[in-house]
């Protein structure tokens, strides 16, 4: 089982739709970061989140830290087909005190024009 | 200013040789992560390493396995008597000295097939 849980596993949608990708656990994060991975490369880093609450805006991309840091999800308005790619999230346990973190399977995301 | 290079980007394996996978880190980077990647799967964590030291080797399966950051040179991940479920994209992030606030940089892999 995984210890992040990503949702939807798979999203397809067109050009200039907006999308939410979401990361559960029942775990406590010191820290979560999202990032995206492209086929044949490695993932890159989209942002990390520590704060309960905390929102995070990436031009067309919103970050959002559950309050009680066991969640979080990301939002892309009026998605492009650049936006395509496998969003990975990954998150810091608060017991892992040298920054190991673990990660979801992904969501991959297919924007069509 | 080079990021994370690792090599060879494909290595194809017989079943039972070994398998050496190299990392250089990011200029100034002294902490250095192996994951391991299989289809359709997040990143699995193997290693932690910082230069001569061996962190945290939760991940890495007990046998066959094994990995290494010396003073000089790249990360090392070896994989000895490789089988056909090590088939599979191997990832070295790094990250810079000081407080681990744990941002990564990712190399783009290399993908070790076993016949």
């Known amino acids: 089982t995984q210890l992040l849980e990503q949702s939807p596993q798979f999203l397809s949608i067109q050009e200039g739709e907006n999308l939410t990708v979401y990361c559960n656990s029942s775990?406590?994060?010191?820290?979560l970061q999202w990032y995206r991975q492209e086929p044949g490369e490695g993932p890159v880093l989209l942002v990390t989140?520590?704060?309960?609450?905390e929102v995070k805006k990436l031009k067309r991309l919103t970050f959002q830290f559950g309050d009680a840091r066991k969640d979080s999800s990301l939002h892309i308005t009026a998605a492009q087909p650049g936006d395509t790619g496998l969003y990975l999230c990954?998150?810091?346990?608060?017991?892992?005190?040298?920054?190991?973190?673990?990660f979801g399977a992904g969501t991959q995301v297919v924007v069509t024009p | 200013n080079a990021g994370v290079m690792q090599n060879p980007r494909h290595l194809v394996r017989r079943r039972g040789q070994e398998a050496r996978l190299r990392c250089s880190p990011m200029?100034?980077?002294?902490?250095v992560y192996w994951y391991r990647q299989l289809p359709e799967e997040g990143l699995k964590f193997m290693v932690y390493?910082?230069?001569?030291?061996?962190?945290?080797e939760s991940g890495m399966p007990k046998e066959r396995f094994s990995a290494e950051f010396p003073k000089e040179g790249p990360s090392i991940l070896r994989i000895q008597q490789v089988v056909r479920g090590d088939s599979a994209a191997y990832f070295c992030?790094?990250?810079?000295?000081?407080?681990?606030?744990?941002?990564?940089?990712f190399g783009e892999g290399s993908r070790l097939t076993v016949l």
């Open positions: 990954a998150g810091r346990m608060t017991t892992d005190s040298w920054g190991k973190f673990q």
């Open positions: 390493l910082q230069k001569e030291n061996i962190i945290d």
């Open positions: 775990s406590v994060f010191s820290s």
């Open positions: 200029k100034g980077h002294s902490h």
């Open positions: 989140v520590v704060t309960g609450g």
């Open positions: 992030a790094s990250s810079p000295p000081g407080r681990n606030t744990g941002e990564l940089f």
